[in-house]
């Protein structure tokens, strides 16, 4: 992998030198391109689309960023690529911009110009996580040492997994369901859904546990057995790719691949570290555990044996009870004691598949890419000590539940910047700011103040959409005026429209923040 803006800018810069184009010219070309990319796309079952409405082939652009010897290598194209954007405003290809603490002041008002449109593009990476992030992660058994160098020339590939050169390997293998877990682990492994039991070992009856310590290790029972099936269904999948599906043609491409006469499949690529998979719905985690020690252990008006029988009746006859939970601190307004439950429900996920490999021997990654999968996953996973009902949505991505977010869009941030994206930086967050924000120089100039502050709080991964309520409102009524209303899902943006209203609605009700709040 590579970015655009530097693989391409030996070839600009000689053609501009020698009078062969003009800036115009190279534009246009740029602006071909992306209609190109526009055209292809992928065929998707019904089945498939529940789980990643509206999207498309996955295209990914990236600019920015450090170069091998950490200098910021922003040039001419990078800008050039991001008026291409401007210019064309597709949903496809993505975009993704690299940042860091010395990144140009004029490359960040940039951004903000492409986050004017609203469509909620660019993906913003942050450097400064990423790619210490990478240099931590475990030694595969057969990998060597990752070089500062390799890891500062990554690159976001489909939505935000990250990648370097001569790696293969990715993330999105399965899907946890961080709800389902809790579920679990409050009613001895059994789903409310399903009525089954979903594990091997036993977490014990919630209904007797007397203190929060008794709370976690019935989740660490229920985390490990379900890592177990996932890590299972990761050497399932791979074996199944490597003996039926190997892709011989991309292999012939990576250098170490050839020579050592190994396709990538068979751990050919010199670096293999990916899967098992990602993780819905960590605020929802951390807001549960907040709310039972806060409700029944702190303030002790209910009893554990009152909340699982509320749980079970999915709050029915216990509005009371539920009121409280809803009340207690919520991740996403700089509270530290729910942020500290947030945080301990990602290095829980983070420490159990880092322990794991693959089947190639690289190691387990984590991820925090929800896709729409939060809405499917939500309708599974019953009611949660967070105040949640069965059925409803999970968190998406990384960021706070819906409706959850009360104290401005800086409590946010500082929320966000307790989690430690070093263990876990294959991470989405969605950010809404106001429709109109990033319109004039002075609004492009508080967002670039925003970016600096997501790249001092070492959070991975923003994409910032900026579309009003009203407009997106109006675009349900009269569909066929809005064909061309480009909103940001998750990993990847869309077309407003072909999305489910189930889908537009979550969009919509995501927290819109003022930018300077």
């Known amino acids: 992998p590579s970015r655009i803006d530097r693989w391409l800018f030996p070839f600009y810069d000689k053609d501009i030198k020698e009078g062969r184009i003009t800036n115009d010219d190279a534009l246009a070309l740029l602006e071909e391109f992306y209609i190109w990319l526009a055209e292809s796309s992928h065929y998707y079952t019904s089945g498939v689309l529940s789980w990643y409405s509206g999207a498309a082939s996955f295209h990914l652009l990236t600019v920015g960023g450090v170069d091998q010897k950490g200098r910021d290598s922003t040039n001419d194209l990078s ?167 190997p892709c011989t043609w991309q292999s012939v491409f990576m250098e170490d691949c050839v020579e050592r006469g190994l396709p990538k499949e068979q751990g050919g690529a010199r670096y293999n570290f990916g899967g098992p998979g990602t993780c819905v719905g960590f605020a929802d985690a951390g807001d549960s555990l907040a709310a039972i020690e806060k409700v029944i252990f702190i303030d002790k008006k209910w009893t554990m044996k009152d909340l699982c029988d509320a749980l079970d009746a999915n709050f029915e006859g216990w509005e009371e009870l539920r009121k409280d939970l809803i009340d207690a601190p919520k991740f996403g307004n700089d509270n530290e004691f729910a942020d500290k439950w947030c945080r301990y429900a990602h290095n829980l996920y983070n420490t159990s598949i880092l322990k794991r490999r693959n089947l190639r021997g690289g190691v387990l990654q984590p991820g925090g890419v929800s896709m729409s999968v939060f809405v499917p996953h939500g309708a599974v996973c019953g009611a949660l000590p967070s105040g949640r009902k069965a059925g409803e949505a999970l968190a998406n991505g990384v960021g706070a539940a819906l409706g959850c977010e009360f104290n401005g869009l800086m409590a946010n941030f500082n929320s966000m910047g307790r989690i430690n994206f070093f263990g876990n930086y294959d991470t989405i967050w969605n950010v809404r700011i106001e429709g109109g924000a990033c319109d004039t120089v002075e609004g492009r100039k508080e967002f670039a103040n925003l970016v600096r502050v997501f790249v001092d709080k070492k959070i991975a991964q923003m994409q910032v959409s900026s579309l009003s309520t009203e407009t997106m409102r109006k675009a349900q009524e009269k569909p066929e005026d809005y064909r061309d209303l480009i909103v940001r899902v998750v990993g990847y943006s869309a077309n407003f429209v072909t999305l489910p209203p189930t889908v537009q609605d979550l969009v919509i009700q995501r927290e819109e923040h003022a930018l300077n709040s």
């Open 79 to 245: 800008y050039l690529c991001l008026d291409a954007y401007i210019n064309t405003n597709l949903f496809q290809p993505s975009l993704s911009v690299r940042v860091h603490s010395q990144s140009p002041q004029a490359l960040l008002e940039k951004v903000g110009e492409v986050v004017a449109l609203g469509g909620g593009q660019p993906s913003i990476c942050n450097d400064d996580v990423i790619i210490p992030g990478m240099l931590s992660l475990p030694r595969g058994y057969n990998d060597p040492d990752l070089t500062v160098e390799i890891a500062r020339d990554y690159v976001p590939v489909g939505c935000v997994e990250h990648a370097v050169p001569y790696h293969y390997g990715t993330p999105m293998h399965s899907y946890i369901n961080y709800g389902a877990l809790i579920e679990l682990a409050l009613n001895r492994g059994e789903s409310h859904l399903y009525k089954r039991r979903m594990i091997v070992n036993d977490p014990g009856d919630a209904r007797e546990f007397k203190s929060m310590d008794e709370v976690v290790k019935a989740l660490e029972i229920v985390f490990q057995d379900i890592m177990d099936v996932d890590e299972g269904l990761v050497m399932t999948q791979e074996k199944v790719e490597r003996d039926f599906y």
